[in-house]
């Protein structure tokens, strides 16, 4: 890591709006509940652990209404600044997910779909193609000639392993510096 890598982060982790990030979880799936929703549990564990808050944490159908209605509620809520959701990232007809969220993305993040692939053929080979996990900034309502504020937003697979790998490898080490700079 670059010096000035290191004394970014070191900024970033000294301003007292970084330490705790207030999040949503979505989970995206036609059959889990909250009795089997692995990957939902996991990243709750996660970023309890690392001091952040949940605010927010539901399960809804794979469907593009429904996932854009609870992404729409996620933005309205203004305690929220991450929104992490898992499910429907794949290429079978009823994974919707990345559609619907593309369209709200401003700017996507490319670096994070690119990397979590990278780590994931590690573990999983070719099939790691298979995913289409992104990430980026969703808006709120921006004033004429502006962006507006940004909430971030990590879409990972449903399986519990990839979960595993984009929030303890990707996500979780830089979520406090990414909420920093979308503030800052």
């Known amino acids: 890591m ?4 290191q004394e970014h982060r070191a900024s970033a982790a000294t301003s007292e709006r970084s330490s705790t990030v207030r999040c949503s979880i979505l989970t995206i799936s036609d059959t889990r509940t909250r009795e089997t929703d692995d990957g939902g549990d996991l990243i ?6 690392d001091g952040h808050e949940i605010v927010r944490r ?11 209605g609870h992404l729409g509620l996620a933005l309205a809520d203004e305690r929220v600044q991450a929104v992490l959701t898992t499910g429907g990232t794949g290429v079978a007809t009823r994974d919707s997910t990345i559609d619907v969220v593309r369209r709200r993305l401003d700017p996507e993040l490319e670096g994070f779909g690119e990397l979590f692939r990278m780590l994931s053929y590690h573990e999983v080979g070719g099939a790691a193609m298979l995913s289409r996990a992104t990430a980026g900034v ?14 971030l937003i990590f879409c990972m697979p449903g399986s519990k392993n990839a979960v595993e790998t984009a929030m303890e490898k990707l996500i979780a080490p830089e979520l406090s510096h990414l909420v920093w700079e979308l503030t800052r």
Do not use: F
């Open 44 to 49: 709750e564990s996660i970023l309890t652990r």
């Open 58 to 68: 539901e399960i809804v159908r794979d469907d593009a209404d429904a996932i854009d």
């Open 138 to 151: 969703m808006r709120r309502r921006a004033v004429e000639g502006e962006r507006g504020a940004g909430v």
């Open 2 to 5: 670059s010096e000035s890598t």
